[in-house]
């Protein structure tokens, strides 16, 4: 991308074309906005709502900008040098090798751990809708469905997740439509409530400046997965564009579809209600709609799918880079006929049905103590982002490096995010529930970047 600094051992390129460029724009776009349209959403959207009440709009319109940020910087980087371990490319670049493989490894472990946790949280979802259906057998279903989706090359994979990516969109969309008509009183037998549950229950700002601070923690995760363009870049038609596109594009829809689907559950749904449980099948109830609570299951489902199809795709590629680099055994960046990393999705794969089993065996014991430890991994990856283009964006312009694609607002805008970033930290730390999780992703990435460092020295590799 930018002019390289000078390594031990040079940081490869792994955009040679050795892996397909058959993903289309239109499927970069879609995967971009699936990514980030999760059960995070659809299920999750309660917990913020009731820690800060109709104010959770705040916290989502912070977490939103940051990622935005976030994802124009990433997009600055991919677009002049499209690598399929993307973040981690560019960190070795800009701070090192070291650093480079310790976020992949970082990213890559976050991703298979989380794997499990969709492929079983999906297969428990559709038992509650049909209970004669095995959590186990359907759960390992999944696992072997998508495995072969994502062996059976990039040009499959994507066109998958394009279609997830649509039902998403358009559920969200129908639900929109639905929660104004039935807020705009056109909806028979549903009045509307006005403004009743904006200004009421303790008014904007039930739980004060706190509630939102709380509810920022909950909301930011939820945009966690929109890294994976970046990672899907180095396999898209004429990236440049392509990624420009899609970066412009997502940014500004994931606001309209968070921002306006939250706005719809504040207004017609109490923040301290119960049934925020499930928040859209609460104001879909509200305006008697016939068969929510199952539609928004399926959707659900659909949604922990369409992750679980993309991590699985990021997990395999990353991976696959850090072999390319030397920093995983060369072993898994073999690719097929097709030019897919079959010994990298088998290996990320690998993870995922062990730790399936183990929380199948011994269920809710398992997979939360290891989706703890990764659990703020995203933010320190946007972190190293953001530090990385810090570095190279100056490096770039100090060369007179043309760029296909540059950030506005640069460094202003990357210092702002960072800000951001320190400020979701000091809250991780200052919260009982969160600091735990926040000291365990500490350890787990001193561990990794220890091992990395004695891996390199084993290799005769002097730290870069």
Not at 34 to 53: M, Q, T
Not at 251 to 266: E, P, Q, T
Not at 378 to 383: D, Q
């Amino acid at each position: 991308m930018l002019p390289d600094r000078v390594h031990a051992v040079p940081v490869s390129d792994d955009s040679q074309p050795r892996l397909e460029r058959a993903l289309k724009p239109r499927q970069l776009i879609m995967m971009g906005l699936g990514s980030a349209i999760g059960a995070g959403l659809f299920l999750g959207s309660g917990v913020g709502i009731h820690a800060a009440g109709p104010a959770v709009l705040l916290s989502y319109l912070v977490a939103g900008a940051l990622v935005i940020i976030v994802m124009h910087a990433m997009g600055e980087m991919a677009a002049a040098k499209p690598a399929s371990g993307a973040f981690s490319v560019y960190a070795a670049d800009a701070m090192g090798a070291t650093a480079g493989a310790t976020v992949g490894w970082l990213w890559w472990a976050q991703l298979v751990i989380v794997i499990a946790a969709e492929s079983v949280g999906a297969a428990g979802l559709l038992a509650t809708l049909w209970p004669q259906l095995s959590v186990p057998l359907t759960s390992l279903t999944f696992m072997l469905l998508f495995t072969a989706i994502n062996l059976m090359g990039v040009k499959n994979y994507g066109e998958f997740e394009f279609w997830f990516a649509i039902l998403k969109v358009a559920a969200i969309i129908g639900f929109i439509l639905i929660g104004a008509a039935l807020l705009l009183g056109w909806l028979p037998d549903a009045p509307s409530p006005g403004l009743s549950n904006l200004l009421g229950h303790g008014g904007l700002m039930p739980n004060g400046w706190g509630g939102i601070g709380a509810a920022l923690l909950v909301v930011v995760f939820a945009f966690g997965g929109t890294e994976i363009v970046a990672v899907a870049a180095a396999e898209t038609q004429d990236p440049e564009r392509s990624l420009a596109r899609a970066i412009r594009t997502v940014a500004w829809r994931i606001l309209v579809f968070y921002i306006g689907s939250i706005s719809v559950i504040v207004a017609v749904v109490p923040w301290d209600s119960k049934a925020l449980k499930s928040p859209f099948a609460a104001v879909l109830e509200v305006a008697n709609i016939p068969g929510a609570a199952t539609a928004i299951t399926l959707i659900a489902v659909i949604a922990l799918l369409s992750a679980l199809n993309a991590n699985l795709y990021g997990a395999s590629r990353m991976i696959y880079s850090l072999a390319n680099r030397a920093e995983a055994p060369r072993l898994l960046a073999r690719t097929s006929r097709q030019q897919v990393p079959v010994m990298a999705v088998g290996a990320s794969v690998v993870f995922g049905f062990a730790a399936t089993v183990l929380e199948l065996l011994f269920p809710e014991r398992v997979l939360p103590v290891l989706l703890n430890v990764v659990g703020s991994t995203c933010l320190l990856v946007w972190t190293i982002t953001l530090v990385s283009q810090l570095i190279l964006r100056r490096r770039a312009d100090r060369a007179g490096t043309a760029l296909p694609f540059r950030m506005a607002g640069f460094p202003y805008l990357t210092v702002l995010a960072l800000a951001i970033l320190a400020l979701i930290f000091g809250l991780l730390l200052s919260t009982p529930d969160t600091r735990m999780q926040f000291l365990s992703m500490a350890a787990l990435t001193l561990a990794i970047a220890a091992a990395c460092g004695i891996a390199r020295r084993l290799r005769g590799v002097q730290p870069a």
